[in-house]
């Protein structure tokens, strides 16, 4: 258990990196609002958190074997599973010429078990205790099961499932209404993720989460939720109120890389450990508070990184069939055209030949 122990040092093993290029300004920028903060909220106090502190480090099999099984978490994964598979059935029976592509299948099972990784294997164990575990379980929340489900294209599917009479007076009105419309809004979704990633990580609610199972749901509700709005108008497979081209889509996501690397470089440059459960936590391995943080900052600076440009190569894949698929229409409409102008010039040329002959 946490408990309340002497300040820890800010020096650390591990060297800081410094931002280079344009981000330099912006992210002393936010080392300074990082200090304020911390002269805010003092790192006084005992921190209780849920949990016991692990009595051994995490190791590569501690973190892929080390699974609880909340109920809370694993029955709402389990029917989301079979209410796919169920949804995915009817569809196929009832429409054989239109199949549920089996990659939407794959996508949305894939980011399921992304939810499972972060919430139930041992990351789980580990978040109140190490800053960097923590943060994986945040990139996996935002970055993998997200775009996942985006990619599996639910809102299709039940929309397909469901009776007309369900989707003229209940999903349809949903789609169509005004909260739905200013949500999915592109810039409204795209400014709602980062103020949810920047006010976590610069509110009370972090420390709370850390300190209580409620406001840790309720934190990964926020992230996930928030991810998902973000990701829906991007991957852009579900109807939408919105529509964004191909570039439009390119540059939305490219654009949340940069406030994501700002986000880090702040972390992982505070001159102190951020939170009090952190810094006040009492365990007998691994690395201090501080080396820790920067650890986790790291983590969200190369691993979101790679992750936004997994999707950007994703997107501009994506865009290149499209362009495949608009020639080869184009092609062939241009194919048809000019057998109808040929079949018209034959049939002239038959009619004028018809004329010469008659007597």
Not at 144 to 166: E, K, Q, S, Y
Not at 260 to 273: C, E, G, Q
Not at 277 to 292: I, K, N, Q, S
Request: charged content about 15%; hydrophobic content about 55%; proline content about 8%.
């Amino acid at each position: 258990m946490a408990s309340m122990t002497a300040p820890i040092a800010p020096r650390s093993g591990l060297p800081r990196a410094r931002p280079r290029g344009p981000l330099v300004l912006a992210g002393r920028a936010g080392v300074a609002l990082a200090a304020t903060w911390l002269s805010i909220v003092p790192l006084a106090g005992p921190a209780a958190a849920h949990g016991e502190v692990p009595a051994e480090p995490p190791t590569v099999a501690s973190l892929l074997f080390g699974w609880s099984f909340e109920p809370a978490i694993l029955l709402p994964l389990l029917a989301a599973g079979a209410a796919w598979a169920w949804g995915v059935r009817r569809v196929n029976r009832a429409h054989p010429a239109t199949p549920v592509a089996r990659r939407r299948t794959v996508a949305f099972l894939g980011g399921l078990a992304a939810i499972a990784v972060a919430l139930l294997s041992g990351i789980e164990r580990y978040d109140t205790s190490l800053f960097a575990v923590h943060m994986v379980q945040h990139l996996l929340l935002t970055l993998v099961a997200a775009p996942l489900l985006a990619l599996g294209a639910p809102i299709t599917l039940a929309l397909r499932v469901a009776t007309p009479n369900v989707r003229r007076r209940l999903l349809l009105p949903i789609l169509h209404s005004r909260v739905v419309r200013v949500l999915a809004f592109p810039v409204v979704a795209w400014a709602v993720f980062a103020a949810v990633m920047w006010a976590s990580h610069f509110s009370p609610l972090f420390d709370l989460a850390l300190e209580d199972r409620l406001a840790h749901d309720l934190e990964h509700g926020l992230f996930l939720g928030s991810a998902l709005l973000f990701w829906w108008p991007a991957v852009a497979l579900d109807p939408a109120p919105w529509r964004m081209s191909h570039p439009v889509r390119m540059a939305y996501v490219f654009l949340q890389m940069p406030q994501n690397t700002l986000l880090a470089v702040v972390i992982l440059n505070a001159p102190a450990p951020l939170y009090q459960h952190y810094a006040t936590l009492v365990r007998d391995w691994g690395p201090t508070a501080l080396a820790d943080q920067q650890v986790a900052g790291s983590i969200m600076w190369l691993g979101g990184d790679l992750l936004f440009i997994a999707a950007l190569a994703a997107l501009l894949a994506g865009w290149m069939r499209h362009e495949e698929r608009e020639t080869a229409q184009t092609d062939g409409r241009l194919d048809r055209e000019r057998a109808a102008i040929r079949e018209r010039e034959t049939q002239l040329a038959a009619r004028a030949g018809d004329g010469r002959d008659r007597p």
